[in-house]
């Protein structure tokens, strides 16, 4: 039974910074394409930061310089680590596995995902 888990989030207000981690378990963690997304209030789901079974990075341009992926094959985790955070960084954030083992912005590329872990960040 494949699941994602996020934890991590909060709330901080904006130049603080919060880590966010997704365990994921039931199938081989190694051989996907893991992402994180994330969907504010009336927006759709956007994606923050992908990371390719082969350990190929890429992240969004609004957070580019503020958000670090780290993917421990190991653990079967991928971490989130963001600095300098924004009000418009907002959001619920969630974890993806991809269908292969690579990655794309697509939502469609995404069979499963976490439940959602909540970041506030006030001005």
């Known amino acids: 039974q494949v699941q994602l888990r996020e934890f991590g989030g909060g709330s901080v207000q904006a130049g603080g910074s919060l880590s966010l981690s997704c365990a994921a378990s039931?199938?081989?963690?190694?051989?996907?394409?893991m992402a994180w997304f994330r969907q504010a209030p009336g927006k759709e789901l956007e994606w923050v930061g992908l990371?390719?079974?082969?350990?190929?990075?890429s992240y969004i341009d609004s957070v580019k310089g503020r958000f670090t992926l780290s993917r421990d094959n190991a653990k079967d985790t991928l971490d989130l680590e963001m600095n300098n955070l924004k009000p418009e960084d907002t959001a619920k954030y969630y974890c993806?596995?991809?269908?292969?083992?690579?990655?794309?912005?697509?939502?469609?590329?995404?069979?499963?995902w976490g439940q959602g872990t909540q970041v506030t960040v006030s001005s």
């Open positions: 993806g596995k991809g269908i292969d083992e690579w990655c794309t912005s697509d939502t469609r590329h995404y069979n499963y």
């Open positions: 039931g199938y081989n963690v190694n051989a996907y394409c």
């Open positions: 990371v390719s079974a082969r350990g190929t990075k």
